[in-house]
């Protein structure tokens, strides 16, 4: 039975040892056979925590545009210790996110309107839901910014970055 339900919920998609435990004890499955079931599925590969965190960390950033703060979370959610959700999360570095966060930038502003400091505070914003730093967020919002227009670029040119970065409570990168 508990072998059966493993298997069904692997089937929908990779699932982490937290989430199949998770799942065997709301159908009310001893103790003793999930860490039986979940230590034999461990043992044969089918369950592989580090190997299911490096894909989600993959995946879900370049497929959501999301950050390690965002990934590292979700991570959690899952069930995923500290140390391997780090381990998979060292596959991002603050390059690979600045890029991501513009591209995020750029695509937004293709269809964005209204005044340059509305526009600047919504992508900020949709930035820090998708867990980039306060300081990523203005830069990447800045740059795209300063390339869009005239109106555009001067509203830019008076961006601190920095100062709104540490009024936020965060340090210079």
Same mark, same amino acid.
């Given at each position: 039975? %508990?072998?059966?339900?493993? =298997? !069904? @919920?692997?089937? /929908?998609?990779?699932? $982490?040892?937290? #989430?199949?435990?998770?799942? +065997?004890?709301?159908?009310?499955?001893?103790?003793?056979?999930?860490?039986?079931?979940?230590?034999?599925?461990?043992?044969?590969?089918?369950?592989?925590?580090?190997?299911?965190?490096?894909?989600?960390?993959?995946?879900?950033?370049?497929?959501?545009?999301?950050?390690?703060? %965002?990934?590292?979370?979700? =991570? !959690? @959610?899952?069930? /995923?210790?500290?140390? $391997?959700?780090? #381990?998979?999360?060292?596959? +991002?570095?603050?390059?690979?996110?600045?890029?991501?966060?513009?591209?995020?930038?750029?695509?937004?502003?293709?269809?964005?309107?209204?005044?340059?400091?509305?526009?600047?505070?919504?992508?900020?914003?949709?930035?820090?839901?998708?867990?980039?730093?306060?300081?990523?967020?203005?830069?990447?919002?800045?740059?795209?910014?300063?390339?869009?227009?005239?109106?555009?670029?001067?509203?830019?040119?008076?961006?601190?970055?920095?100062?709104?970065?540490?009024?936020?409570?965060?340090?210079?990168?």
């Amino acid at each position: 039975m %508990a072998r059966e339900i493993c =298997l !069904r @919920q692997l089937a /929908v998609r990779p699932r $982490t040892r937290a #989430e199949l435990a998770k799942a +065997l004890a709301r159908k009310e499955i001893s103790e003793e056979v999930v860490a039986e079931v979940l230590d034999r599925y461990d043992e044969v590969g089918i369950i592989d925590d580090a190997a299911f965190a490096r894909a989600w960390v993959t995946s879900r950033h370049s497929g959501r545009g999301l950050a390690r703060r %965002a990934l590292a979370n979700e =991570l !959690r @959610q899952r069930g /995923v210790d500290a140390e $391997t959700a780090g #381990e998979a999360l060292e596959s +991002l570095d603050d390059e690979s996110e600045a890029a991501t966060a513009r591209v995020l930038v750029d695509r937004k502003l293709r269809t964005a309107r209204g005044e340059p400091e509305a526009v600047f505070r919504r992508l900020v914003a949709m930035l820090a839901r998708k867990g980039y730093s306060a300081g990523v967020a203005i830069r990447a919002v800045k740059d795209a910014l300063a390339d869009r227009d005239a109106e555009a670029a001067e509203f830019a040119d008076a961006i601190d970055a920095d100062a709104l970065a540490d009024q936020a409570g965060e340090p210079p990168a």
